[in-house]
């Protein structure tokens, strides 16, 4: 039976929706995009498949209803692992995690995977899907998530093709209609304008040509010394 003001379609009934989120082996080689692997990284060693797999954790934490001993089961887990990587701790500018701009996601799970199809210096397209992880509720992803991936985007289109690293000082975002989970969207970022130290950038999501979000950002280049 279905929870009354939900949409007839039985897909966000689904206990599956937004699982088993493919994650994208390797970043193509795009012009103006790609970029070597980061601190302590390297082709084939393994932070891929990890990330992957702690992604596919987290989407799956998302959906269960877990009983009181799986929950004591992964607690515990969960704590010896704090530990022992407590161990392994190193300074930001050494730090793998959202460092490897060799990988979709540059190897972090704070946003969802952006798998790039063809960039230059002033845009890029490419596609992503929200895993159950970014669920908000009736199968749309969660409203902070989604200006969430136009940071990512747009700041890395900031500062692509040789330009200097850039700020986020506003990100405007509009949302026009659902975005929905566990489904491959359309993304698509562009500059409008470079002044000086202002850059002026916008974004949009599509799903099968349909518009469902879009945001505007203005990203200032950082001073010398500057953090």
């Keep these: 039976?279905?929870?009354?003001?939900?949409?007839?379609?039985?897909?966000?009934?689904?206990?599956?929706?937004?699982l088993g989120t493919p994650e994208p082996a390797s970043t193509p080689q795009v012009e103006s995009w790609t970029r070597a692997a980061g601190p302590g990284g390297a082709d084939g060693d393994g932070y891929g498949e990890m990330?992957?797999?702690?992604r596919g954790f987290l989407d799956h934490v998302a959906a269960a209803r877990l009983d009181p001993a799986t929950v004591a089961a992964l607690s515990d887990d969960?704590?010896?692992?704090?530990?022992?990587l407590a161990d392994a701790a190193v300074a930001e500018r050494e730090q793998v995690f959202g460092h490897r701009d060799d990988m979709p996601?540059?190897?972090?799970?704070m946003a969802p995977s952006f798998l790039v199809r063809e960039a230059d210096r002033s845009a890029v397209r490419g596609t992503v899907r929200f895993g159950r992880y970014f669920l908000g509720g009736n199968g749309a992803v969660h409203g902070g998530a989604v200006p969430l991936l136009f940071d990512e985007v747009l700041g890395r289109l900031s500062g692509s093709g040789g330009r200097s690293r850039a700020r986020t000082a506003y990100l405007h975002t509009d949302y026009r209609s659902i975005t929905p989970i566990g489904t491959e969207l359309d993304v698509h970022g562009w500059f409008v304008s470079e002044e000086g130290r202002k850059r002026v950038l916008r974004a949009e999501i599509r799903h099968d040509g349909v518009l469902c979000a879009e945001a505007e950002g203005l990203f200032i280049v950082l001073k010398p010394g500057q953090p």
């Design 1 to 18: 039976m279905r929870t009354p003001g939900l949409p007839g379609s039985s897909r966000y009934d689904d206990p599956a929706l937004g």
């Design 51 to 54: 990330i992957a797999r702690l």
């Design 78 to 84: 969960l704590g010896a692992w704090t530990e022992r």
């Design 105 to 109: 996601g540059r190897g972090q799970t």
